[in-house]
C-alpha cells in the first residue's frame, strides 16, 4: 500500500530527515514517535506531495485524491460554516456523507456554526470529518490531538481508531505522546534524523480494554526507553 | 439606532450654531427640513442626488474592478509586486484633484471625468490593500488547498477571495469619503448636474436654505452608502457552503 525507500528531505542546504525506508500494509496504523525536529512533520509532508523529496522513493499504491492529511492546527476556514469547512472543494454530492459524519463526531447540531463559535475539540472533530469525508485510503495524522485536553484527546483518538480500523484506512500518527502511539498504532516506530531506530508491534491493538491493560503500559516502558537512547 | 443618535447629536449642535450666529447664511435645520420636503423638486434635487449617484457608482465600480483586478495580481505574483509596488507608492501619495484639468481633457466634462478621477482616488487604495490581503493570508490556508487537492478557481474562490474581502471593504470605507469630497469639487467645475453643483449654484445664488439642503443630500447620501457597503459585507463575509 505504501512504501518508503531511502528517503530524504531537505530545506535548502539542511537536511529533514534521511535514510527512511518503511513498509505499510492496508489498513495498518502506525505511530511516529521521535524528538522535535527529527524529520517527522516532513516526513508526512512528503507522503502527502507537500515536500518533494532530495532523493529516494515513496509509492502510494493510490490515487493523490485518497491520501489525506489532517494537521496540527485545524485550519479551518473562519468564512465558512461548518459544512461548508467540512466540504471544502467537494462537490454537493458530498453533503449527506458530511453529514453523517458530523453527526458521527457529535456536531449534528452545529452544522452551520462557523469555527470561532466552537471548543477546540469540537474545531479537530470538523478536521476529522473534513478528512474523512474524502474517503481517504491513507490518512496521515500530524499530531492532530496535541492541542487538547486529555479528556477530548482521549474520546478522538477512540473516534480515530474506531473508524480507521473498521474502514481498514491506512493510517499514519505523528506523535509526542507515548502513550497515545502506542495506544493507537499497530506498529510503532521511533524516528530519527538519519531514519528508523526502532519498531514494535502492538498485537493488542483491537482490544476494547486496550487503555487498561497492563501490556500497554510495558508497551510504553520499553518505547519510553527506547526513545531516551535517542536523546 | 446608533444613526439616529448621530443625527440628532449634528442636529443640536446646528441648532446651537445657528441660533448663536443668528444669520441667513446658517439657516436652522427646521427650515432646510421644510424646504426638502416642501420645494426640493423646485431646484431638482432628486435629479442632482440621482446624477452624483450616478457618478460616484460608476467610479467606485471602475476603481474597485481595477484596483482589485491589479491587488490580486500583483499579491500573487512576486515579480510584478517588485515593479509595480514601488510605482504605487510613488502615484499614491499624489493630490489626484490636482489633475482634474487633465481628466477634463482625456474624458471631456461630462460623467466620465467625474468617474475616472474617483476611479482614480478609488484604485490605490484598493490595489494595495487587496496586495496586502493576498499576501497576507495565513500560509496553512494555501497548505490546505494543496494538501485536499483544490483546483485554482477553488483555491481562489474558497481561500483568496474570501479572505481578501474585509480588506477590500476596509479600502471602500475609507475611499468612500474621500470619493464623496473631490466628487463635490469635480461638479463645481464646468458642470450643470450634480449635488456639487446644486450646492455651489445656491450658493452663489445666496439661497442658502437650498445650499444646506444639498449638504443634508450629500451627507445622507454618504450615510446611506456607508450602510449598504456595512449590509454587503455581513452578507458576503459569511458563507454557508
Not at chain 2, 31 to 40: G, M, N, R, T
Not at chain 2, 87 to 99: D, E, G, R, T
Not at chain 2, 210 to 217: P, Q, S, W
Request: proline share 4%.
Amino acid at each position: 500500500m505504501l512504501a518508503i525507500q531511502d528517503a530524504q528531505v531537505d530545506y535548502g542546504s539542511h537536511t529533514a530527515f534521511s535514510h527512511f525506508s518503511l513498509s505499510v500494509h492496508v489498513g495498518e496504523t502506525i505511530s511516529i514517535l521521535g524528538k522535535s525536529g527529527c524529520g517527522k512533520t516532513s516526513l508526512l509532508y512528503a507522503i502527502a506531495s507537500l515536500l518533494p523529496l532530495a532523493s529516494g522513493t515513496i509509492d502510494r499504491s493510490v490515487e493523490a485524491d485518497h491520501c489525506t492529511i489532517m494537521f496540527q492546527q485545524d485550519n479551518l476556514l473562519p468564512w465558512k460554516n461548518v459544512l461548508g469547512n467540512v466540504l471544502l472543494g467537494l462537490p454537493a454530492t458530498y453533503r449527506d456523507e458530511a453529514e453523517k459524519l458530523l453527526e458521527r463526531v457529535g456536531l449534528q447540531d452545529q452544522l452551520h456554526h462557523f469555527p470561532q463559535q466552537l471548543s477546540g475539540g469540537m474545531r479537530q472533530r470538523v478536521a476529522l470529518a473534513r478528512a474523512l469525508v474524502r474517503r481517504p485510503q491513507i490518512l496521515l495524522l500530524d499530531e492532530p490531538l496535541a492541542a487538547l485536553d486529555e479528556q477530548q484527546r482521549e474520546l478522538l483518538q477512540d473516534d480515530i481508531k474506531t473508524y480507521v480500523r473498521t474502514h481498514q484506512i491506512t493510517t499514519i500518527l505523528v506523535t509526542h505522546s507515548i502513550r497515545e502511539a502506542a495506544y493507537m498504532g499497530s506498529r510503532i516506530i521511533i524516528m530519527t534524523p538519519g531514519g528508523i531506530t526502532c519498531q514494535a508491534e502492538n498485537p493488542w491493538i483491537d482490544d476494547p480494554d486496550l487503555r487498561t491493560r497492563d501490556e500497554l503500559f510495558g508497551l510504553e516502558q520499553q518505547l519510553r526507553s527506547e526513545l531516551r537512547d535517542t536523546l | 439606532m446608533r444613526y439616529l443618535k448621530g443625527m440628532f447629536l449634528v442636529i443640536v449642535l446646528w441648532y446651537l450654531i445657528g441660533a448663536l450666529v443668528s444669520s441667513p447664511i446658517i439657516p436652522l435645520p427646521d427650515k432646510v427640513l421644510s424646504y426638502l420636503l416642501l420645494h426640493a423638486d423646485e431646484h431638482r434635487m432628486g435629479h442632482h442626488l440621482l446624477t452624483s449617484l450616478y457618478r460616484i457608482l460608476g467610479g467606485l465600480s471602475i476603481g474597485l474592478l481595477l484596483g482589485t483586478t491589479g491587488g490580486l495580481l500583483i499579491g500573487r505574483t512576486r515579480a510584478l509586486d517588485a515593479v509595480i509596488s514601488p510605482v504605487l507608492y510613488l502615484l499614491y501619495p499624489l493630490p489626484k484633484i490636482a489633475f482634474l484639468p487633465v481628466f477634463m481633457v482625456l474624458f471631456g466634462i461630462g460623467d466620465l471625468s467625474k468617474m475616472m478621477l474617483i476611479a482614480t482616488i478609488v484604485f490605490f487604495p484598493a490595489a494595495v490593500s487587496v496586495r496586502d490581503g493576498v499576501q497576507h493570508i495565513a500560509p496553512q490556508y494555501l497548505l490546505l488547498a494543496r494538501a485536499y487537492h483544490l483546483s485554482a478557481r477553488q483555491t481562489f474562490s474558497d481561500i483568496v477571495w474570501p479572505a481578501v474581502l474585509p480588506s477590500l471593504f476596509s479600502s471602500i470605507r475609507i475611499t468612500l469619503g474621500i470619493s464623496l469630497s473631490v466628487l463635490f469639487i469635480n461638479e463645481s467645475y464646468a458642470a450643470s448636474h450634480g449635488l456639487g453643483y446644486a450646492i455651489m449654484n445656491s450658493w452663489i445664488m445666496a439661497q442658502y436654505t437650498a445650499m444646506y439642503a444639498g449638504i443634508v443630500i450629500l451627507s445622507l447620501l454618504g450615510l446611506t452608502l456607508y450602510s449598504v457597503t456595512d449590509l454587503i459585507e455581513k452578507q458576503v463575509t459569511h458563507t454557508d457552503h
